[in-house]
């Protein structure tokens, strides 16, 4: 299942990269990542409940103001709000 956390409060893109590193180390774990323009973590997992706890300590420990908010499948939108140029669009 593929799962998507809002981290209200990221504010560093080297954190981002430090944790989307850290979680995709965790044997549970299929695939993470960070991006950090829209502050969205999206990772692969069939083994949720128990590997949900673990990853929060990762986000945590390196930026402790997150606030991390589950987006709910129902939620996944695409936007491409202010994409001004043909091949950056078509990345």
């Not at 673990?54 to 129902?74: F, M, Q, T």
Request: charged fraction near 30%.
């Amino acid at each position: 299942m593929i799962y998507k956390w809002q981290l209200n409060g990221l504010d560093c893109a080297h954190c981002a990269g430090v944790i989307e590193q850290k979680v995709n180390k965790l044997e549970l774990v299929d695939n993470c990542s960070v991006e950090f323009l829209s502050k969205i973590m999206t990772f692969e997992t069939n083994e949720y409940d128990k590997v949900k706890d673990e990853i929060e300590k990762i986000v945590l420990k390196r930026e402790p103001d997150i606030k991390i908010e589950v987006i709910k499948a129902s939620d996944y939108k695409l936007s491409f709000d202010g994409v001004d140029c043909a091949h950056c669009a078509s990345v």
